[in-house]
């Protein structure tokens, strides 16, 4: 989903000069981690090109201040306009409450739907390659007899809305989304209490995080060991958890991973599929919120991508194939 704001902050001098900066310390940080890549130990990535890239993208998203990233990326129309051009395909935007919108890919009329919350730390629009992710991973699923449809949208009550059953629905997100997806399943039976219930005739199809980012605490033992082998800093964590939280106290539906067990006991869904990449530093939490639903919900699976970092299919890994991106078409396409 996203909100209306298509306003880019005007930034001021300091702030403008800051971005050429910003641009040479990543460049930087690229050189060093190419020439001193060789010498690496086991604290970091298997593989050299992850090495270099994931120092740089550390490096890059440390540096850059919110402002800056808003000024220089495209917005979310701007990426998914963008993308569907390339493509050759017709555009669909619908608007929904709460000032927000949401972003057709496929057919809409298409009887199969996953709601599909995007990452970027709470704060950021999606990159083009989450739309390419997605076109490319519809067009797989469509291979087969059933018609698909990926909606980008936090607009559940939308999608049930049109008259589709729940169990033609799925919902998903990574990182900060795979956040929204699984405190909007926890909704479905522990409504917050200041937003309205949606009650729903028969479960979901199903419900996944890839990636998630459901603890907003950074002493977990994976933030230490996969430190250098993630591209994601843990102070930027920090920073967006903060924006998130606008000084409340994190509860169940805004950190996940803070429900008791119990709350997952009578989960709206079918089925529940929780990814991570070994080598990024939320492995911890992931793994923990993976154990605790399939204590209680047993059809919960749990997949780790060998050698894999954060959201590896859109950052370290971006434009190639990963063992975690099959595996969640292989599950989407079973559960549809």
Not at 9 to 29: C, H, M, N, W, Y
Request: net charge negative.
């Amino acid at each position: 989903m996203a909100a209306k704001r298509t306003d880019v902050p005007e930034l001021g001098l300091f702030e403008k000069a800051d971005i050429p900066l910003v641009q040479v310390s990543t460049g930087l940080s690229l050189l060093f981690a190419a020439l001193t890549g060789v010498f690496r130990g086991k604290a970091s990535p298997r593989y050299y090109r992850h090495h270099v890239q994931a120092a740089a993208i550390r490096t890059f998203v440390d540096r850059i201040s919110h402002r800056q990233q808003k000024y220089l990326a495209p917005t979310f129309a701007e990426a998914y306009g963008s993308v569907m051009k390339k493509r050759g395909l017709e555009p669909s935007i619908i608007s929904l409450p709460h000032d927000t919108e949401g972003y057709w890919l496929g057919n809409k009329d298409a009887k199969n739907v996953v709601v599909y919350y995007h990452g970027g730390g709470f704060s950021m629009a999606p990159m083009p390659l989450h739309f390419e992710f997605w076109l490319d991973l519809l067009a797989a699923l469509n291979t087969s007899t059933n018609e698909h449809d990926i909606a980008a949208t936090g607009a559940l009550r939308y999608i049930l809305a049109s008259g589709r059953s729940p169990s033609n629905v799925i919902v998903g997100g990574d990182s900060a989304g795979g956040n929204l997806a699984l405190a909007t399943l926890l909704h479905l039976s522990h409504p917050h209490p200041e937003i309205e219930p949606i009650d729903l005739s028969e479960p979901l199809a199903g419900v996944f995080g890839f990636s998630p980012w459901i603890s907003f605490r950074t002493d977990w033992p994976s933030f230490t060991e996969n430190m250098y082998k993630d591209c994601v800093p843990v102070d930027v964590l920090k920073r967006w958890a903060e924006m998130y939280l606008e000084g409340r106290e994190g509860d169940p539906w805004s950190e996940p991973l803070r429900a008791p067990a119990e709350w997952w006991r009578d989960a709206k869904t079918e089925r529940v599929l929780i990814i991570a990449g070994s080598d990024e530093i939320l492995l911890s939490p992931i793994r923990d919120i993976a154990e605790k639903i399939k204590s209680v919900f047993p059809n919960t699976t749990f997949i780790v991508g060998y050698d894999e970092s954060h959201d590896a299919h859109l950052y370290v890994d971006a434009g190639r194939q990963t063992q975690t991106g099959k595996d969640l078409r292989q599950w989407i396409r079973s559960r549809l």
